[in-house]
């Protein structure tokens, strides 16, 4: 009897659990746009927005071109790529942060964040669904911007880091189109 009455109260602490992790960026009915990639949200000022990319992607910061973002951004990129691919997370190496700023990227079993001035780094996430989460206190002050790629690699195949992002670097350092805050990347 005890530990039918212990499953079932875990059962319901499970399921509060689940109702709590929702994000921002969870998909509603007709609050999305259907886009080329996958589908999006955000407001006109860019201070809540979502983000869903099935493919390898370069992701920017808003007004990256100009070098200043929206103080008070919310922005969630999710990339969802084949189940036969682990991301390889690209940094650019220059990125500047306002103060109060930071990105955070997590996937099941990593989470990673930079804030200020942090150095970052490049990686393999090992997994193939990753949410890159970029919040500002402040987008004051110039050279405000950041840029990472996160591109597919097949798990059969065995290509290093420094490798993988040495051949996005130059698509990434020329910035989006326009106002875009991605970029497919280009084979």
């Not at 189940?83 to 103060?99: F, G, K």
């Not at 597919?152 to 996005?168: A, L, M």
């Amino acid at each position: 009897m005890n530990m039918l009455r212990f499953c079932g109260s875990l059962a319901v602490l499970v399921a509060v659990i689940a109702a709590v992790a929702n994000t921002y960026c969870e998909k509603r009915s007709t609050q999305y746009e259907r886009s080329t990639h996958g589908w999006d949200k955000c407001d006109e000022n860019g201070l809540a927005c979502c983000y869903y990319f099935n493919g390898s992607v370069i992701l920017y910061s808003h007004n990256y071109h100009n070098g200043t973002y929206n103080p008070n951004t919310h922005c969630e990129y999710i990339i969802d790529i084949d189940w036969d691919c682990n991301l390889v997370m690209c940094v650019e190496i220059d990125m500047s942060l306002a103060q109060g700023s930071g990105v955070m990227i997590k996937t099941m079993d990593t989470s990673i964040t930079y804030k200020g001035t942090k150095t970052p780094f490049n990686a393999n996430l090992n997994d193939n669904s990753a949410s890159v989460m970029f919040t500002s206190e402040d987008g004051g002050g110039e050279d405000n911007k950041w840029s990472m790629g996160m591109v597919c690699v097949p798990k059969t195949d065995y290509r290093s880091v420094c490798e993988i992002c040495e051949d996005i670097v130059d698509q990434q350092l020329a910035g989006p189109e326009g106002d875009e805050v991605f970029k497919f990347i280009e084979d």
